[in-house]
């Protein structure tokens, strides 16, 4: 069974970058749709950014503005969001999740995730 362990998050001044870490294990083969959500407090979850490890072709949430950038590195079996421009209002728990595909059309912010990390907490000061 796949578990997800999610690190990097910290308490930073507005304006920084964060590189968070999600490390896949008991990775039984084949390609995964590989997600970042966040959940601030009170409020629902929210996807972030997918890639699809087939083809590495990434796609992020259009609502967001593009200070995230989301990307592999297979060999570690590591997914990474890179947090540029921290603002306050990006406060919040976020989650690494992983769901089997065979097709990278299938990976997408609004898919299903079945399976989920711990959350890495990230807070940001004005």
């Known amino acids: 069974q796949v578990q997800l362990v999610e690190s990097g998050g910290d308490s930073v001044q507005a304006g920084g970058s964060l590189k968070l870490s999600c490390v896949v294990s008991?990775?039984?083969?084949?390609?995964?749709?590989m997600g970042w959500f966040r959940q601030a407090s009170g409020t629902a979850r929210e996807g972030i950014a997918v890639?699809?490890?087939?083809?590495?072709?990434?796609s992020y949430n259009a609502a967001l503005v593009r200070r995230f950038t989301i990307s592999l590195d297979t060999a570690k079996f590591t997914t990474y969001l890179q947090i540029d421009s921290l603002k306050p209002e990006d406060t919040a728990m976020y989650y690494c999740?992983?769901?089997?595909?065979?097709?990278?059309?299938?990976?997408?912010?609004?898919?299903?995730?079945?399976?989920w990390g711990q959350g890495t907490q990230v807070t940001v000061s004005s």
């Open positions: 008991g990775d039984s083969g084949g390609n995964y749709c």
């Open positions: 890639i699809y490890t087939g083809t590495r072709k990434a």
């Open positions: 999740a992983a769901q089997p595909a065979s097709y990278g059309g299938d990976c997408h912010t609004g898919g299903y995730f079945g399976t």
